[in-house]
């Protein structure tokens, strides 16, 4: 597709469950980023995969969130025992990192629709 | 730690008013600043920004960046009711690349 896609783009699960979120970035982008956004706040970064790069975790609230990401492309993001404070909008975005001036690399991301995660 | 702030919080304007929107950053390492417009889920690209007093312009929209004082500004003029949306300001460090975002501001155009 042209874009970056997001499955499913809603989610209602009970407390205590676990979920499965869905990204494919766009073709031949190396970098995919996971954010989340509550209710009226702004976006929080959760967790970052660049090529075959040991991913940065540094943004996973607690344990009972993971990434992977297959082949260099679809990623899924894991919540265990869903807790009501999970409720937000998940948005995978991907990026194809572009040289820029004197070998600085510049990083454009470009968003998928979002997963809205309700949890009861 | 990385910081954005962005101001106002929310603005309503009417139709043919200009706005200006500000992100002021604190970053270690800075790289390159962002802005998106969010009207339901996916933020759209609009800039990106990477060196001072360089103004970037799409239609009625500019952007420009002061890296001595760390703040940014966000142009509309003659606004549309298709403006309205949560606009985001985010700074990307030389040290990793995530995004760092600010809470945004919420635009509402009147007709």
């Known amino acids: 597709g042209a874009g970056v896609s997001q499955s ?6 009970e407390k205590g469950k676990d979920v499965e979120l869905r990204c494919d970035p766009i073709s ?35 344990d009972r969130f993971s990434a992977e990401r297959t082949g260099g ?4 993001l894991t919540i265990q ?40 | ?21 500000n992100c002021s950053y604190e970053v270690t390492n800075f790289r390159s600043l962002l802005w998106y417009k969010q009207e339901k889920k996916a933020p759209t690209f609009l800039f990106m920004l990477t060196s001072s007093g360089i103004e970037k312009k799409s239609g009625r929209l500019s952007s420009i960046l002061d890296k001595k004082e760390l703040f940014s500004i966000l142009n509309i003029t003659a606004t549309q009711t298709g403006d309205s949306a949560v606009y985001l300001c985010a700074v990307e460090a030389a040290a990793g690349n995530k995004l760092t975002f600010g809470g945004g501001t919420r635009v509402l155009v009147k007709p």
């Open chain 1, 28 to 62: 031949g982008h190396t970098a995919l980023y996971w954010y989340r956004q509550s209710l009226g706040q702004g976006l929080e970064f959760l967790i970052y995969f660049q090529g075959n790069s040991a991913p940065d975790k540094s943004g996973l609230p607690s």
């Open chain 2, 1 to 21: 730690e990385d910081k954005v702030v962005q101001s106002p919080l929310s603005l309503v304007v009417h139709e043919g008013d200009t706005v200006t929107l």
């Open chain 1, 8 to 13: 499913p783009s809603n989610k209602v699960t």
């Open chain 1, 81 to 120: 025992r869903t807790q009501q404070e999970d409720s937000a909008v998940y948005l995978c975005a991907s990026s194809l990192r572009v040289p820029g001036l004197a070998g600085t690399v510049y990083n454009e991301q470009f968003f998928g629709p979002g997963t809205r995660l309700t949890v009861l």
């Open chain 1, 73 to 76: 492309s679809v990623s899924t």
